[in-house]
């Protein structure tokens, strides 16, 4: 039976191996350990067909110790035992070298049998995985041994590799073989980094190829008849698989969703959904991370489901992924701070662990010092106490810095409430208000009066019927001495009473209300910057609120009054002040730059951003019967 030309040509010197350069090359540790005929347990770990099993087949060879092959998923623990009868024997004189194929599929039982001969070196072991060793290797197993990661072989590792096969097949077979330079490249892109799969694709392309002038010539024609997955042809203009990669995931972090598209196309035209999910996973974590953190388990299941259902339906997911990473919030905060610590800890920049984190229990009767000290965060208010973790050589450093987008400027913000970072502004006192989502108008903020009597008690019930018109609502505020105003006037939607066709219509109605709010948390930039720009403009107060849908955006925004604000009629009566110097203060320019400045002590805080959407239930008016909703809250 005639052997497949993987086999048949497998390299017989590490010199010969295609790729792992990183491993292989002179001068790298592993091959000077190897070239020294020491021969330490380990474990290699990668992608099929990149050379994990010819490695250890050379290496075998080469140490003079008879070398025995398992496979994880057919081998069984007599199997073992067959070999390791073997120790001692003229059958192993020089000692014995197993390698084991497919170790992830050997159960925990069948990896201890292996401990004790490992251990006393009567075996050396060499074993292969695809899968993560640090999750499928037994522990004390792979404690004895040393990890090795063998990567995906590049195009041009796969092209030598292709085009030093043909010249040994060509060679044996009496028969030169020709594989034009597009052939080549075509075989090299659609193999995915496995060599083998190149060499298989290779050899039915040869036993094909027909014979002209003693020459068999392999056309581009015929390998894309053979080779299933499709390639990308590069261009003669140095387009290259490292170029393309590069500009894959530089799209994606400079936001350009259709560029990002371009290349992903290109890497699956090319076979490479290895570097199209790794670069995707990369970008994820990399330049968008804590801006919008929910997108790495994201991005990790639209990777998976590619992996698991292999192209060409892979495009689907990768393509809803990537216009999410291209899209999505930019930051890089958790990679710079990473980086930072780890600059330190290979400066040797350390110190002994604060003790009062370090796992004591007890202290024997010669300890100097008794008790470990620690403080149980959870013991205390908000969960939080003030304590040293970073050692005291280094108690100071910090190495994150939270980022100007808004989720980390959100954590930033509560943090500095909690750490009490932002002063002492004394207890908050919760005032109660309405965001009314008006029939006309969009969303118009609405503060009432503590104390409502007589008549007016009948007016404030009319509040509760969402959908009146704008000037209705004004008309029956004004009445009972409440104010109100636009919620953020310029956010996109219907809900902002500049996008409104009342709004653009009737301007005027501006003057009506009592105050503008100039900054929302939750609302885009330039809204609030045309919101600010227009307060100005019609002298009216101005409030900030951080209009929270979600407990971190708390905190982000606030209104400053010169006076102390207690109950509602204390608002209302500051908002209405005429005296200039008596106003509302909302310090926008702060909020402009992203709280960059956020140490500032406030002598009386006055929240309103804790609007609440009217209580009853909605009533609308539509072909002729009434409908009811639930209010949100």
Same mark, same amino acid.
């Given at each position: 039976?005639?052997?497949? @030309?993987?086999?048949?040509?497998?390299?017989?010197?590490?010199?010969?191996?295609?790729? #792992?350069?990183?491993?292989?090359?002179?001068? /790298?540790?592993?091959?000077?350990?190897?070239?020294?005929?020491?021969?330490?347990?380990?474990?290699?770990?990668?992608?099929?067909?990149?050379?994990?099993?010819?490695?250890?087949?050379?290496?075998?060879?080469?140490?003079?110790?008879? @070398?025995?092959?398992?496979?994880?998923?057919?081998?069984?623990?007599?199997?073992?035992?067959?070999?390791?009868?073997?120790?001692?024997?003229?059958?192993?004189?020089?000692?014995? @070298? =197993?390698?084991?194929?497919?170790?992830?599929?050997?159960?925990?039982?069948?990896?201890?049998?292996?401990?004790?001969?490992?251990? #006393?070196?009567?075996?050396?072991?060499?074993?292969?995985?695809?899968?993560?060793?640090?999750?499928?290797?037994?522990?004390? =197993?792979?404690?004895?041994?040393?990890?090795?990661?063998?990567?995906?072989?590049?195009?041009?590792?796969?092209?030598?590799?292709?085009? +030093?096969?043909?010249?040994?097949?060509?060679?044996?077979?009496?028969?030169?073989?020709?594989? &034009?330079?597009?052939?080549?490249?075509?075989?090299?892109?659609?193999?995915?980094?496995?060599?083998?799969?190149? @060499?298989?694709?290779?050899?039915?392309?040869?036993?094909?190829?027909?014979?002209?002038?003693?020459?068999?010539?392999?056309?581009?024609?015929?390998?894309? #008849?053979?080779?299933?997955?499709?390639?990308?042809?590069?261009?003669?203009?140095?387009?290259?698989?490292?170029?393309?990669?590069?500009?894959?995931?530089?799209?994606?972090?400079?936001?350009? &969703?259709?560029?990002?598209?371009?290349?992903?196309?290109?890497? =699956?035209?090319?076979?490479?959904?290895?570097?199209?999910?790794?670069?995707?996973?990369?970008?994820?974590?990399?330049?968008?991370?804590?801006?919008?953190?929910?997108?790495?388990?994201?991005?990790?299941?639209?990777?998976?489901?590619?992996?698991?259902?292999?192209?060409?339906?892979?495009?689907?997911?990768?393509?809803?992924?990537?216009?999410?990473?291209?899209?999505?919030?930019?930051?890089?905060?958790?990679?710079?701070?990473?980086?930072?610590?780890?600059?330190?800890?290979?400066?040797?920049?350390?110190?002994?662990?604060?003790?009062?984190?370090? %796992?004591? +229990?007890?202290?024997?009767?010669?300890?100097?010092?008794?008790?470990? +000290?620690?403080?149980?965060?959870?013991?205390?208010?908000?969960?939080?106490?003030?304590?040293?973790?970073?050692?005291?050589?280094?108690?100071?450093? /910090?190495?994150?810095?939270?980022?100007?987008?808004?989720?980390?400027?959100?954590?930033?913000?509560?943090?500095?409430?909690?750490?009490?970072?932002?002063?002492?502004?004394?207890?908050?006192?919760?005032?109660?208000?309405?965001?009314?989502?008006?029939?006309?108008?969009?969303?118009?903020?609405?503060?009432? *009066?503590?104390?409502?009597?007589?008549?007016?008690?009948?007016?404030?019930?009319?509040?509760?019927?969402?959908?009146?018109?704008?000037?209705?609502?004004?008309?029956?505020?004004?009445?009972?001495?409440?104010?109100?105003?636009?919620?953020?006037?310029?956010?996109?939607?219907?809900?902002?009473?500049? %996008?409104?066709?009342?709004?653009?219509?009737?301007?005027?109605?501006?003057?009506?209300?009592?105050?503008?709010?100039?900054?929302?948390?939750?609302?885009?930039?330039?809204?609030?910057?045309?919101? +600010?720009?227009?307060?100005?403009?019609?002298?009216?107060? #101005?409030?900030?609120?951080?209009?929270?849908?979600?407990?971190?955006?708390?905190?982000?925004?606030?209104?400053?009054?010169?006076?102390?604000?207690?109950?509602?009629?204390?608002?209302?009566?500051?908002?209405?002040?005429?005296?200039?110097?008596?106003?509302?203060?909302? *310090?926008?320019?702060?909020?402009?730059?992203?709280?960059?400045?956020?140490?500032?002590?406030?002598?009386?805080?006055?929240?309103?951003?804790?609007?609440?959407?009217?209580?009853?239930?909605?009533?609308?008016?539509?072909?002729?019967?009434?409908?009811?909703?639930?209010?949100?809250?």
């Amino acid at each position: 039976m005639k052997e497949p @030309l993987a086999q048949r040509l497998r390299p017989r010197t590490l010199d010969e191996v295609c790729g #792992q350069r990183h491993l292989l090359a002179p001068g /790298q540790v592993f091959r000077r350990t190897i070239d020294r005929g020491v021969i330490p347990n380990m474990i290699f770990y990668g992608p099929s067909g990149v050379g994990k099993t010819t490695v250890a087949s050379i290496i075998a060879a080469n140490s003079g110790m008879r @070398l025995y092959k398992l496979n994880g998923t057919t081998a069984s623990t007599s199997d073992i035992k067959s070999v390791l009868g073997d120790i001692g024997t003229l059958h192993a004189a020089n000692g014995i @070298l =197993l390698y084991l194929d497919e170790i992830q599929y050997f159960n925990k039982r069948q990896q201890q049998s292996l401990l004790e001969c490992v251990e #006393q070196g009567t075996v050396t072991l060499i074993a292969s995985t695809t899968e993560n060793p640090y999750f499928y290797v037994y522990n004390a =197993l792979l404690s004895r041994c040393t990890v090795f990661e063998f990567k995906s072989l590049t195009a041009e590792d796969i092209a030598e590799g292709v085009k +030093h096969a043909a010249q040994r097949l060509g060679e044996s077979d009496g028969t030169p073989v020709n594989i &034009p330079v597009d052939a080549l490249e075509y075989l090299a892109q659609s193999a995915g980094g496995d060599m083998r799969k190149a @060499l298989g694709n290779l050899e039915f392309a040869v036993n094909a190829a027909p014979v002209q002038d003693g020459t068999r010539l392999v056309t581009l024609e015929m390998v894309t #008849q053979v080779a299933q997955r499709t390639a990308m042809r590069y261009d003669k203009e140095g387009d290259d698989h490292y170029d393309i990669v590069s500009a894959y995931q530089k799209s994606m972090r400079g936001s350009d &969703p259709d560029a990002a598209l371009h290349y992903l196309a290109r890497l =699956l035209e090319a076979g490479d959904l290895p570097s199209a999910c790794r670069r995707l996973m990369v970008c994820a974590c990399e330049d968008v991370g804590l801006a919008y953190p929910q997108i790495i388990p994201i991005v990790k299941a639209a990777v998976d489901a590619a992996n698991m259902l292999g192209l060409p339906e892979a495009r689907i997911p990768l393509a809803d992924a990537v216009i999410l990473v291209a899209t999505s919030p930019k930051s890089n905060t958790g990679e710079a701070a990473i980086d930072r610590a780890l600059a330190d800890v290979r400066a040797g920049r350390s110190g002994p662990i604060p003790r009062q984190l370090q %796992n004591k +229990h007890y202290d024997g009767a010669d300890a100097a010092v008794k008790g470990q +000290h620690y403080q149980y965060a959870h013991d205390f208010a908000n969960h939080w106490v003030d304590q040293q973790y970073l050692p005291d050589a280094i108690r100071d450093r /910090q190495y994150y810095q939270f980022g100007d987008n808004k989720n980390e400027q959100a954590a930033a913000a509560y943090w500095q409430r909690i750490k009490g970072e932002l002063g002492d502004i004394g207890h908050f006192t919760v005032l109660k208000g309405i965001e009314y989502d008006t029939r006309n108008g969009g969303h118009i903020i609405i503060i009432l *009066p503590d104390t409502i009597k007589g008549a007016d008690v009948m007016k404030a019930r009319l509040i509760s019927i969402r959908g009146l018109s704008v000037v209705h609502l004004e008309k029956i505020v004004h009445s009972i001495g409440g104010i109100l105003g636009p919620a953020h006037p310029y956010d996109t939607g219907y809900y902002a009473f500049m %996008n409104t066709r009342f709004g653009k219509l009737h301007p005027e109605f501006l003057e009506k209300f009592d105050f503008i709010e100039s900054y929302n948390s939750v609302a885009k930039h330039s809204a609030n910057e045309s919101a +600010h720009e227009l307060a100005l403009r019609l002298d009216k107060p #101005q409030t900030a609120g951080t209009d929270t849908h979600r407990p971190e955006v708390i905190g982000t925004s606030w209104t400053e009054f010169p006076c102390s604000i207690r109950c509602n009629d204390d608002l209302i009566a500051a908002i209405k002040d005429p005296t200039r110097a008596k106003r509302p203060s909302v *310090p926008y320019e702060l909020f402009t730059n992203m709280h960059r400045d956020r140490g500032r002590i406030v002598e009386h805080l006055g929240i309103v951003g804790y609007w609440l959407y009217n209580r009853a239930e909605v009533l609308y008016h539509g072909f002729g019967r009434f409908r009811h909703r639930k209010a949100r809250y």
